[in-house]
């Protein structure tokens, strides 16, 4: 997407997005609509230090978060993580965008699972100084109650919003393909590259 003007309130939402699925547009919609963003960089990570199994290539994963998203308003696909050499950190991405908007203030968006653990992140007391963290919260929570690491109340202050996000990341959620849009034309066969594991889950009719 083009902006005509500079964004004044941006919004980063990062993950592995392997692949993307309904929960992710739930929580990228809440975000966008919640936080009254100008735009939203979903984030495919690069070198994922953190995850305890492999990543998918990061051309797959960066393609089908672009058609997952394609044609949304106020929102984009930003593979510069997918880029980066080495691994990928949350407050080098932010710092590069606080140098390309300098004026813009910055929300994180992170997941619930993601809070609890945000107090162990990679200089997470600049992140918070940088972008007000957006936690959203799961359906079968509240936004009062969503769980997070007590710590970050601490280290947030008042850089901590809730957005009930109006999913949840249940293991049906986590396989249930984007619905807001068709990824590809019904008929349509899915990319050769695409791996095996995903295409029960993916938003097309394989052609016979």
Known sequence: MALATAPRRIGVYGGAFDPPHAAHLAVARAAIEQLALDVLHVIPTGDAWHKSRPLSPARDRLVLCRLA?????????????????????????????????????????????????FARWRRA?????????????????????APFDQKM????????????????????????????????????????WCPPRWRGILPTIIST
């Not at 510069?80 to 929300?107: C, S």
């Not at 600049?126 to 936004?143: M, Q, S, W």
């Open 69 to 117: 998203f394609a044609g949304w308003p106020k929102l984009r696909v930003d593979d510069r993580e997918l880029r980066r050499v080495g691994p990928t950190y949350t407050i080098d991405t932010l710092g590069e965008l606080r140098a390309q908007y300098p004026r813009a203030e910055l929300f994180l968006v992170i997941g619930s699972d993601q809070a609890e653990a």
């Open 125 to 145: 007391s600049d992140i918070v100084r940088l972008a007000t963290v957006a936690i959203a919260a799961r359906a079968d929570a509240t936004v009062a109650s």
């Open 153 to 192: 109340r601490c280290l947030a202050c008042n850089s901590l919003v809730r957005m009930a996000c109006g999913s949840c990341d249940c293991p049906r959620c986590r396989t249930a393909p984007p619905t807001s849009a068709p990824a590809w034309p019904p008929g349509a066969a899915l990319p050769v």
